[in-house]
């Protein structure tokens, strides 16, 4: 009799295992604006495949990081993974991320974002919503400060000096907002600098730190001489809800500052550029006549994004790869934007929804995300990233001179690099 | 039929047994062997390294760094919230109307919740807060950006919340170290003629040794460990870095060193062990200790 009930239970097991295979993803959106969304193409992506279930699992940005690590390395880790990019070298680095190179070659020309994911030559994870960072324009303090409220600062010369206008005003009032010892976003605020003066991490062939180059030192200068000038100095979230009190002129935010504005119904007046640049080239003279900004000044920003990726512990593979393909699929990016207010969709269709199209703020992002640059994808990423942010904390925090501040960055991770090799 | 003695008590004491070996012993053991591999949580397997981390930590700027604020944390704190909890149990031990009031208005902040404290003194603390206010009336500088975004006040900053926090605690045990004070001492040195001061020298303090060894080592192991207001308010930055913190930063966080971090861990145990048995010592000894 038990053998038979055993029997029976095998058999049911394995004819509902043929009907259905259920694949585990772990994500990051939980708030209650975009939640809704992810569940919402869950079930439309079950529907269109009714031989597989989505089980979701919801992490945060505060311990997401340590809850994957810890399910890789016990062995639970599920099929597919959200990662932020600067953790795909590490992940993949590891052996933890599959390589889907050879199953993405098909579409790759339609998506952005494929160097982040892209280790070794071999590519580790489907690019889903890219982000970058631009220049937020406090109007009403402009013209407060004397200034036409359209002014939009294209070098560093002019945003200094408007920095300085507004600052002037006194009364808890300030130019630029300049952000605290933050580990993992103090480089994201820096490294535009570097970037945009010409500054580079390492060299073009990635065999050689070079943070402390003249430019990147003169970038350093710079980012010191405007906090030390005319900043308001906070944590990320301080920073924006004192630009939305009016009491900072100029930040760098990315787009979930335009979702703030909007949820909140807040009543600013605010413009976004791209960032101002320094051409080392060119010097501070702009040239007369010549309208693209882009062309001569190219201020550069940090880009960084969401990526899709399968574990290579996952036992679904076919199955994981179809929900990214599904979750990644143009018309679905357009739907997730217009429910978070994200700015850059990874898919170049996408990008050319009306929603982006017809949203001037949107349309910045758009200009400053090919305007970017990311750091190196590199297992030892965290570590280099640790020295600059360290520089940078010396300098701006402690006085240390730029010059020796970066020079020793630049030996630490030269002696990290050998060593890794 | 019965069980041995032995066997019931094995029994019944099993469930907190099995826990105290799964969840500590084990644990405490397997980061010992951890602290000498190179155990990463996203490697795959791990290899023993002899002293190697042991040796790197004490190269390590960052970890000496974090030992020296651990040290200012814990003997900054201690004297201070000793004898504050000293005097606020002497003054909360004689009777006076609201007496009740105080003694639980001092102890509330010891059973608030730390963040919800973390977060009220980040308040406090920032630019244009209240402690800055405050400060600037009697004169004093105030740091730019506000006391836990600057590399000469944040640690302090935290110090001092922390002494706020638990010296209600403190204050507690020592009320009620004061209150197993026989009177009828007190009672024979006044007719003797000893003076208030006299008194308190010659029989409250001695016999509140035991209790104010208890104090001091409970504190020391609670503030050698002091974490939660650093992961909070600074998250190790400003010159806050401290042992726990080095810990959690290098084992869960970025490159998730476990092995590193293990042996982090065990310095910090070391470090604990001595101080414990050092006061253990200095306060058995006979004579005035005070």
Known sequence: MRITTALIALGLGVTSARAQTTIEWWQFWTDPSIKPTIEAMVQDFERENPDIRVKLTDLTWANGHEKIAIAVASGTAPDVLELGSDWIAQFAAEGQLADISDDIALDSAGFNGWSLATYRGRVYARPWILGTRVLFINQDLLKRAGLDENTVPVTWGELMAAAQAISKLGRGVYGWGSNIAEKHRLYKKFLPFVWSNGGQILSDDGEFCVISSTRAVGALKFYKSLQDCCSFVDDQRGLEDAFLDNKIGFIISGDWLLKRIQQEKRSIRFATSILPGNNPNLGEERTPGVRSIAEVYPGKSFLGGEFLAVTTSSTHRAEALKLIAYITRPENQVRFCKANYSANPSSRNAQQDAFFQENPHLQTFGRQMRLSSHPPVDPDWVFMEDEIEKAVEDVVFNDAAPGEALRRAQIRITELRTKAK | MSLPRSATSLALTSPWT????????????????????????????????????????????????????????????????????????????????????????????????????????????QRGGYVGLLAELVGLPVPANGFLYDNGTALFAIMAMDVWMSVGYYMLIFLAGLQAVPHELYEAAEINGASAWRRFRSITLPLLRPVALFVIVINSIKSFQVFVEIFVMTRGKFDTMTCVYFVYENGLTTAFRVGYASAAAYVLLVIIALFSVAQFALMRRRGPAW
């Open chain 2, 18 to 125: 099995i826990t105290l070996a799964a969840f500590w012993v084990f644990p405490v053991a397997y980061s010992l062997y951890m602290g000498f591999t190179d155990y990463r949580l996203l490697a795959h397997g791990h290899a023993w390294v002899g002293w190697d981390n042991y040796r790197e930590l004490f190269a390590d700027p960052a970890f000496l760094s974090a030992l020296r604020n651990t040290f200012i944390f814990v003997l900054g704190t201690i004297p201070l919230t000793t004898v504050l909890a000293l005097g606020m149990a002497l003054l909360v031990d004689r009777p006076f109307q609201g007496r009740a009031f105080f003694r639980s208005a001092f102890f509330l902040p010891s059973i608030t919740s730390m963040v919800v404290i973390a977060l009220i003194f980040m308040n406090l603390y």
